[in-house]
């Protein structure tokens, strides 16, 4: 695309009161603008405000969910808020990719020794939300051995929420295309501010791997005698996980 | 502008212009505070006059609910009032440390093989990182390759620690960051971490040792951003792996670890013993952190540095070898960085929730926002890093009371590696972890900007998303200007006149590979994958045989995305750059078939042209190179030597996004190994 002119702009513009008052402003100030001056007043309301929290209100949302087991839970404050966590959107029509990934999942859940709803939790989120009722979710689960929580939701909120954890394309076209959702996994350990993506795709042992490292590496060092308290486990266990499914039967 | 589908070319344009005229505006001297102050654009960017000026950032239409208009994004960031009014910082000198130095007595002096003892003062964690993994020592690996052939001359000490009362600017308005860095390797507190980290400087056939420890504090002060597990890359030295710095081998907090480097040229143990081949000599390199997954958010928050190495022709001093610019008053290291500044705090911020790519909305050179420099009537040689994330830059010089006026100057070498001779250019296209030498002549820059005193190095390259650049390049005076030069008086200069095409090094030869391997660089149902495969330290995907050579075919069939990719171990050397127009168009989501991507794709070469004997292939590009940027719809092919050395390394996108999203594989060399996999 052609590149607009400052003069053409001003023409497309219609040339309106503000514009001109800005060109004219403008070729004035060019050169004083490469002066030193004193720094003007402090100018921007700073809060002061923790990372963590930051985070929170832009990428954890306290939208409510549907477990498979039809209960109703808040996102925040019952999933993701003092935990480690691993998150994956999915959909129970999937062909595609997602039962590779819930496949290997539960591979990694096995590798990693009984973590799983324990200090660990995994939540698979549907992309389907208007198609996948819990009992859907629930049968999914059940067909896969997966014994962890699925969550279903209203469609505004699964789509709020999807966002928000990053989960978009910038083209429509591919944006609409559930399957692109679908591929990479979320591993995050919310009170420590600490966040990474593996690929769904990978090897099991590399992702239980990528997991453990991701929850235990903070634990690991000490400087000064400095160590990172577990700040993570020290809560207590949520009402709503003791109610995660153990896995089926037939997977062992 | 890139190929876009007719459904978005609309909103497209209103976006580019939007974004084009807010530039005008501010690149014609108004800062955004000051546009705001006079009500004509918003807290997010908005210019109010209608028609086309109403996209708030250059970001993409999401529906996100108001609470995320306050987002960690592009348009969003506090402004300094004013720019070019701090100076721009030079990093001091790493020095060097006796081997009785406390540092380097910790745990034990520096060995052969991992100091895998336990440090019960650190939870038992063995004393050294090296040769572990997850923190248990993996015996008998990672011991130095050449260790008692190359006894070490120079040893240092770097101490990772954080910095809280980092300045990126003078101005007030702007607060205190919080950082992490390299400092001096001093104990002391008051020996603070800086970014850029300190110059390290090395000389070729004097071995080198560096200890470096980990003092980050713990994860959860770490500001939103950043794990406090360390490796430190060496771009691009020669090195073995247990010294590369290679993203599976990080260390904790508390633990040391022993980067040894043979200070050969590659060919040393080969096809050029004992020293290597003088020919393969790497004169501007830079360390940064590599941990697997965390490598963008851990360089954002300051861990890079420039590491130089001097031999007997390119010596620092102008009136010796090829006399180029004496180190360090007139050969300058310039690290570009954009970053976002949070709008809630007015800290560095980065956003760990997305895998596309950052670009930043505040320009950084060597830590300052948008510094100046003092410099005399005369020739300097300026090292140019592109410090990522994610942007693309093509600089120009530029006179900002005269735009227009063409100014060129010279490209001397590519990653650190000289040219066989000067390039004289216009301009030049720096994609991430890529370094270009310059030489700015200015007493030549002073005839031809006449009265004028300052001449600016300008990003033209318009980008929109961390997807890669469109294939614009914006009018003269229009880009972002990352540092001013104030010219001064003339001084003295021995340096030599570019123009004379004095001889550097030789190419090294292009010989028959033994294989072509192919590699593809693509997305797949959100995952970045190389040949439809991620990351994983558990899995070395190929073997080369170690002292042969292949040519690597590396594909990016995408026309939406860019990925500069960085092979490690040695340089290597592009023999051609196809553009495979239309050939992909129906992976890419868009039905239409591509005629021209217009514009500046791909890239024409600065004014010095494309290669006659290698299609393609700019002629700043006829070089060795650690990193190449693989256009859109592109294959390029390149060889590569495989000497020395036997271990693992990586190659991946240096789009730090992209890297830490999976967009990596290893590969080993091993000898009397024959694998011959041309898709692995």
């Given amino acids: ?252 | 502008m890139t190929f876009i589908s007719k459904r978005n070319k609309r909103w497209e344009r209103e976006k580019q212009q939007a974004l084009d005229n807010r530039l005008e505006l501010v690149k014609e001297g108004f800062t955004r505070r000051a546009l705001i102050s006079m009500g004509l654009m918003t807290g997010a960017g908005v210019l109010i006059p209608k028609v086309g000026l109403t996209h708030p950032s250059v970001g993409p239409p999401q529906d996100f609910s108001s609470s995320t208009r306050t987002q960690c994004d592009f348009g969003n960031s506090p402004q300094p009032a004013q720019v070019f009014v701090d100076p721009m910082p030079i990093p001091p000198e790493l020095p060097s440390r006796p081997l009785t130095d406390p540092g380097l007595q910790f745990g034990a002096p520096p060995q052969i093989c991992p100091n895998t003892a336990p440090n019960p003062a650190n939870n038992n964690l063995p004393f050294e990182g090296r040769g572990q993994f997850e923190g248990l020592p993996r015996p008998g690996t990672d011991c130095f390759q050449f260790f008692t052939q190359y006894p070490v001359q120079k040893y240092y000490v770097e101490r990772i620690r954080a910095n809280s009362n980092f300045r990126i600017c003078s101005d007030t308005n702007i607060p205190n960051q919080l950082i992490w860095g390299f400092n001096l390797g001093g104990s002391a507190s008051t020996d603070v971490a800086t970014f850029p980290g300190p110059t390290i400087v090395s000389r070729y056939q004097e071995p080198w040792l560096i200890r470096r420890f980990n003092e980050l504090p713990t994860q959860s002060q770490n500001g939103g951003f950043g794990v406090p597990e360390m490796s430190t890359h060496l771009h691009n030295f020669h090195t073995a792996p247990e010294s590369d710095g290679g993203p599976c081998r990080w260390f904790f907090r508390g633990q040391y670890f022993d980067y040894y480097f043979t200070a050969q040229q590659a060919g040393f143990a080969s096809t050029h013993a004992p020293n290597g081949d003088i020919n393969e000599s790497l004169s501007t390199l830079w360390y940064h952190d590599h941990r697997i997954d965390h490598t963008a958010e851990n360089t954002y928050k300051g861990l890079e540095g420039f590491h130089l190495i001097f031999n007997q022709f390119d010596t620092g001093n102008e009136t010796t070898g090829f006399r180029l610019p004496s180190y360090p008053q007139f050969d300058i290291p310039i690290i570009l960085n954009d970053k976002l500044l949070d709008p809630s705090t007015g800290k560095i911020c980065f956003d760990t929730f997305d895998f596309k790519g950052l670009i930043g909305d505040v320009q950084l050179a060597n830590g300052k926002i948008q510094p100046y420099l003092d410099v005399n009537k005369r020739r300097y040689r300026f090292r140019v890093l592109n410090g990522g994330p994610s942007r693309f830059y093509e600089l120009f010089l530029t006179d900002p009371l005269s735009p227009s006026t063409v100014i060129p100057f010279w490209v001397i070498a590519n990653d650190g590696n000289l040219l066989p001779t000067p390039k004289q250019v216009t301009s030049f296209r720096i994609s991430v972890a890529e370094r270009y030498d310059i030489i700015i002549d200015f007493n030549q820059v002073k005839s031809l900007i006449g009265s004028h005193t300052k001449v600016r190095l300008e990003n033209r390259m318009i980008q929109d998303d961390g997807q890669g650049p469109t294939c614009d390049v914006a009018a003269p005076g229009t880009g972002i200007y990352c540092v001013e030069f104030r010219i001064g008086s003339a001084v003295t200069d021995n340096s030599v006149n570019p123009a004379t095409q004095p001889s550097f090094y030789t190419l090294p030869s292009v010989i028959t590979p033994r294989i072509t391997r192919h590699f593809e660089f693509d997305r797949d149902n959100g995952q970045w994958v190389i040949n439809g495969e991620f990351a994983d330290c558990g899995d070395l995907r190929f073997t080369v045989t170690q002292n042969t050579a292949e040519n690597w075919v590396l594909t990016n069939p995408r026309d939406d995305w860019q990925h500069p990719i960085h092979i490690h171990l040695e340089e290597h050397q592009i023999l051609s750059r196809v553009d495979n127009n239309g050939r992909y168009d129906s992976r890419s989501g868009d039905s239409r078939t591509r005629t021209s991507f217009g514009g500046n794709c791909p890239w024409p070469g600065g004014g010095a042209g494309i290669s006659t004997t290698r299609p393609g292939v700019p002629n700043v590009e006829v070089s060795r190179k650690d990193v190449t940027t693989l256009q859109f719809d592109e294959d390029a092919t390149v060889f590569f030597r495989f000497r020395d050395f036997r271990g693992d390394w990586p190659m991946h996108c240096h789009n730090t996004v992209h890297e830490d999203h999976a967009m990596m594989l290893l590969f080993q060399v091993q000898p009397n190994v024959i694998d011959n996999n041309t898709e692995p």
């Fill in chain 1, 1 to 252: 695309m052609a590149k607009i002119t400052r003069r053409k702009w001003l023409v497309a513009a219609g040339t309106t009161t503000a514009a001109v008052g800005v060109a004219t402003l403008a070729g004035k100030t060019r050169l004083k603008a490469q002066e030193a001056t004193p720094a003007s007043k402090h100018n921007y309301n700073y809060k002061n405000v923790s990372p963590r929290e930051l985070i929170q209100r832009r990428h954890l949302p306290n939208v409510e969910l549907i477990t498979q087991d039809s209960e109703k839970v808040r996102f925040y404050d019952d999933l993701i808020k003092d935990k480690r966590v691993v998150i994956q959107f999915m959909f129970a029509q999937c062909k595609d990719v997602c039962p590779i990934i819930t496949h290997n999942l539960v591979k990694v859940q096995r590798l990693l020794k009984g973590r799983v709803g324990k200090d660990i939790f995994f939540y698979s989120i549907t992309l389907s939300p208007e198609e996948d009722k819990p009992k859907d979710l629930k049968e999914f689960a059940k067909h896969h051995g997966a014994g962890w929580t699925f969550l279903t939701g209203k469609p505004e909120d699964i789509l709020h929420l999807r966002k928000s954890l990053g989960f978009f394309y910038n083209k429509p076209k591919e944006d609409a295309d559930r399957n692109n959702h679908s591929g990479m996994i979320m591993i995050g350990t919310e009170p420590l501010t600490r966040w990474a993506h593996c690929p769904g795709g990978s090897k099991p042992e590399w992702i239980a791997t990528v997991i453990r490292m991701e929850m235990d590496a903070p634990l690991k060092g000490s400087v000064n005698g400095v160590t990172q308290p577990d700040v993570a486990f020290s809560t207590k266990r949520p009402v709503k996980e003791s109610k995660q499914a153990m896995p089926a039967g037939h997977m062992h």
